[in-house]
T-cell receptor, first 112, second 113 residues
Framework: GESVGLHLPTLSVQEGDNSIINCAYSNSASDYFIWYKQESGKGPQFIIDIRSNMDKRQGQRVTVLLNKTVKHLSLQIAATQPGDSAVYFCADLGAGYQKVTFGTGTKLQVIP | DAMVIQNPRYQVTQFGKPVTLSCSQTLNHNVMYWYQQKSSQAPKLLFHYYDKDFNNEADTPDNFQSRRPNTSFCFLDIRSPGLGDAAMYLC????????????FGDGTRLSIL
């Protein structure tokens, strides 16, 4: 079946450096992509989304890049802070699908 | 202020004893979702309501049911919990459907004795 997966289960980054979290998706018909952040003991929190008619979208300290050619999505976090430590999930919605499919998650550890 | 509120945060029940988890929202969103999340795994959609229309996922066990008596509230009923049902249960909302960001509650962690 279609799936969304992440390349790295854990990513360690020095405080102040930039973080890049990658995600591969398999459904070429996916047309909506979302990044969520989940801190320990909390529910996922929406970070940023992007639709398939775009290849880049920026938020506050975060940028999402979409490469439809290779079905790859990435989340860039600028000047990573200790509060960014969490598990990050990418998710996608395929055209005609009724639900969002979550990837397996990447744990981001920020080293002070 | 919390916009999607789940109660209780922790729930312990006995094997086979029915349990109900609650979710309320102040966003007035049309869609409410229930997810199951096991340790170190992604959330897995169980079902969702679009207004009063119930949409069950094909692989959701019959043991799991849901009720949405009004826009603000949604309940997850587990009729006969098994040990494999121990998990975090997440409620989420979106305004009109999956093409919009979902707002999650902080979940109810269910333990089965």
């Amino acid at each position: 079946g279609e799936s969304v997966g992440l390349h790295l289960p854990t990513l360690s980054v020095q405080e102040g450096d930039n973080s890049i979290i990658n995600c591969a998706y398999s459904n070429s018909a996916s047309d909506y992509f979302i990044w969520y952040k989940q801190e320990s003991g909390k529910g996922p929190q929406f970070i940023i989304d992007i639709r398939s008619n775009m290849d880049k979208r920026q938020g506050q300290r975060v940028t999402v890049l979409l490469n439809k050619t290779v079905k790859h999505l990435s989340l860039q976090i600028a000047a990573t802070q200790p509060g960014d430590s969490a598990v990050y999930f990418c998710a996608d919605l395929g055209a005609g699908y009724q639900k969002v499919t979550f990837g397996t998650g990447t744990k981001l550890q920020v080293i002070p | 202020d919390a916009m999607v509120i789940q109660n209780p945060r922790y729930q312990v029940t006995q094997f086979g004893k029915p349990v109900t988890l609650s979710c309320s929202q102040t966003l007035n969103h049309n869609v409410m979702y229930w997810y199951q999340q096991k340790s170190s795994q992604a959330p897995k959609l169980l079902f969702h309501y679009y207004d009063k229309d119930f949409n069950n996922e094909a692989d959701t066990p019959d043991n799991f049911q849901s009720r949405r008596p009004n826009t603000s509230f949604c309940f997850l009923d587990i009729r006969s919990p098994g040990l494999g049902d121990a998990a975090m249960y997440l409620c989420a909302t979106s305004r009109d459907g999956p093409h919009q960001p979902q707002h999650f509650g902080d979940g109810t962690r269910l333990s089965i004795l």
